[in-house]
């Protein structure tokens, strides 16, 4: 059974940092595509970056780019999510998911397996 675990998530100022990670159990970190996605209040869930198999082919979200970097750790087990310059528009839910294969997918339909997600908030 494959199990997601997300972490990292808290209460921070505009232009602050932040580090997610998702710890996936059942699976290679290393086998399966990963994403991280977010939900904010009464919108609908959107792809922020996701990664292949192997973590060399790479999306993100258009809002995101050059701000938030996804990477893989092997040895962990663990797929990350740094975002920098933080915004109150990423104020979201944001929840880790996989699936098996190695290429990266935006729609979330394509993901079977999620964690319960963690929340950021970025005060306007």
């Known amino acids: 059974q494959v199990q997601l675990v997300e972490s990292g998530g808290g209460l921070v100022q505009a232009g602050d940092s932040l580090r997610l990670s998702c710890a996936i159990s059942g699976r290679s970190v290393s086998r399966v595509a990963m994403a991280w996605f977010r939900q904010g209040s009464g919108k609908a869930r959107e792809v922020v970056a996701a990664t292949s198999g192997s973590g060399d082919t790479t999306f993100y979200t258009e809002s995101v780019k050059g701000r938030f970097t996804i990477t893989k750790d092997i040895a962990k087990n663990t797929v990350d999510l740094q975002m920098n310059s933080l915004k109150p528009e990423d104020t979201a839910l944001y929840y880790c998911?996989?699936?098996?294969?190695?290429?990266?997918?935006?729609?979330?339909?394509?993901?079977?397996?999620w964690g319960q997600g963690t929340q950021v908030t970025v005060p306007s």
């Open positions: 998911a996989a699936r098996q294969g190695v290429q990266p997918v935006s729609a979330p339909g394509l993901y079977p397996w």
